[in-house]
């Protein structure tokens, strides 16, 4: 029996990526294990919220991502284990693979944190904080109101 760990943060964007290997894989027997990666919350936010608060939230937003995957699986629920990754993913890895004799195809379906041309979009118009006047409004006539009359204070 195959072994595959997945590692997934976003359900749609996990079923983009794993489609080929759910698609190759169904003819196999396939240990799916499927590891939820939470958003990571700042270290500030212990002062709002215990830690058995955020560990509730940590398994209600994995049991809704895992409800979003596993139809999808078309696999029997057998053959599933789902975990929440609670710290670094590199032990939790290794942790997964010492589990069993054989090792396990290890697949990163977590969306990017970043895409670049958005990004670039969302970074210009974070840039720009005043619209530019048009000659002739009013916007424009007070900007060169507001210019002179520092013209004439600083003489």
């Known amino acids: 029996m195959d072994r595959v760990i997945v590692y997934v943060d976003d359900a749609a964007y996990a079923q983009q990526v794993l489609a080929p290997l759910f698609?190759?894989?169904?003819?196999?027997p396939?240990?799916?294990?499927?590891?939820?990666c939470a958003p990571r919350m700042t270290h500030r936010i212990s002062k709002w919220v215990s830690h058995s608060a955020r560990e509730n939230w940590r398994t209600k937003w994995?049991?809704?991502?895992?409800?979003?995957?596993?139809?999808?699986?078309?696999?029997?629920?057998?053959?599933?284990t789902t975990v929440v990754a609670k710290g670094p993913l590199v032990e939790l890895t290794e942790q997964l693979?010492?589990?069993?004799?054989?090792?396990?195809q290890v697949v990163d379906a977590r969306r990017p944190k970043s895409?670049?041309?958005?990004?670039?979009?969302?970074?210009?118009?974070?840039?720009?904080?005043?619209?530019?006047?048009?000659?002739?409004?009013?916007?424009?006539?007070?900007?060169?109101?507001?210019?002179?009359?520092?013209?004439?204070?600083?003489?």
């Open 115 to 155: 895409d670049a041309p958005e990004d670039a979009e969302k970074g210009q118009k974070a840039g720009r904080r005043w619209p530019t006047p048009r000659p002739g409004t009013l916007m424009g006539s007070l900007l060169t109101g507001f210019g002179t009359l520092w013209v004439l204070a600083l003489e």
């Open 62 to 80: 994995a049991d809704k991502l895992f409800a979003q995957i596993l139809p999808g699986l078309r696999a029997p629920a057998n053959s599933v």
């Open 30 to 36: 396939t240990q799916w294990v499927l590891v939820a």
């Open 23 to 28: 698609a190759r894989e169904a003819a196999a």
């Open 97 to 104: 693979q010492a589990a069993q004799p054989s090792a396990a």
